[in-house]
């Protein structure tokens, strides 16, 4: 129901633009999110998004450099990346969740429970 894409290869302080495709249903009432996950690495939080738009949280690491954007009328979700740093290397994944709390924009993997298949960003230094 969540398909990424926009990953590949870019050298360090390059940039790159992942997109995430809804299907099958509408996800505008849904906050969206990223995350990355590397090798023998812990699935992280990246940026999250709330179903309005009006709320967005990014991780320390990524802030300033990362931007998180949604169109509820074509159900897709971005993140816009510059500055990449070879520690960004990572598969990012797409996820979508109701709130559990109105207003509130979850920041760990149990907050959502729909997943894309996750796209590969390579950054060399």
């Known amino acids: 129901q969540l398909v990424e894409s926009g990953g590949g290869s870019v050298q360090a302080g390059g940039s790159l633009r992942l997109s995430c495709a809804a299907s099958?249903?509408?996800?505008?009432?849904?906050?969206m999110a990223w995350f990355r996950q590397a090798t023998g690495k812990e699935r992280e939080f990246v940026a999250g998004?709330?179903?309005?738009?009006?709320?967005?949280m990014y991780a320390i690491s990524v802030k300033g450099r990362f931007t998180i954007s949604r169109d509820n009328a074509k159900n897709t979700v971005s993140l816009q990346m510059n500055s990449l740093e070879s520690e960004d290397t990572a598969v990012y994944y797409c996820a979508a969740g109701l709130p559990r709390v109105v207003g509130e924009l979850g920041t760990g993997t149990a907050d959502y429970d729909t997943w894309g298949q996750g796209t590969q960003v390579t950054v060399s230094s």
């Open positions: 099958k249903r509408t996800f505008e009432n849904d906050n």
């Open positions: 998004i709330s179903w309005n738009g009006v709320v967005t």
